[in-house]
């Protein structure tokens, strides 16, 4: 009878309109999208370095540390100094120079961890990973900071960083 199935198709139809609030939200939650967000200026560098310190539980990290902290004076120091009264443990891999080698022995009061990687692997920036973010600092005159936050992204990250600091055991 064309009636009666026209009648299941709506009583259907009203089954499927009252979960559909349960449906999208699960669509919804499920999309999440990366992010990123770009920044210029010293101030800004500061700025997130703040925002690290604020989140991160561990921080992994590469560093061109002479030239960061060169550039950055006190801000460095003030981060660094922040980022050990949050209890946030770093480990980060840094070219061979003699500021390197300090780090290296003053790690243990200073929660941090360092491998050397020799100078002819060479940059002259700074990457540090946390959380499910990414942050690439340019150490060139005009500080240009780049914050990625994309789970996927940052499992590449940590995967590499981890592969590095393996071999450099």
Avoid: C
Wanted: no cysteine; aromatic share 12%; glycine share 2%.
């Amino acid at each position: 009878d064309p009636r009666k199935m026209v009648r299941e198709a709506v009583e259907r139809a009203d089954i499927l309109t009252k979960i559909l609030h349960k449906f999208s939200a699960l669509y919804n939650k499920a999309t999440t999208r990366p992010t990123l967000r770009m920044y210029q200026g010293r101030t800004a560098v500061k700025g997130v370095l703040n925002e690290i310190t604020s989140e991160a539980r561990e921080i992994l990290a590469f560093s061109s540390t002479d030239d960061v902290s060169v550039a950055m004076g006190k801000d460095f120091d003030e981060y660094i100094k922040k980022r050990v009264q949050n209890k946030i443990r770093l480990k980060i891999i840094m070219r061979n120079s003699e500021r390197a080698r300090r780090f290296q022995k003053t790690g243990s009061t200073e929660l941090r961890e360092v491998r050397i990687i020799e100078p002819a692997f060479e940059y002259h920036n700074l990457i540090f990973i946390w959380n499910d973010k990414v942050a690439m600092l340019s150490s060139g005159k005009d500080f240009v900071t780049y914050v990625i936050e994309d789970k996927f992204l940052v499992k590449f990250y940590k995967t590499t960083f981890n592969y590095i600091w393996e071999t450099l055991a």
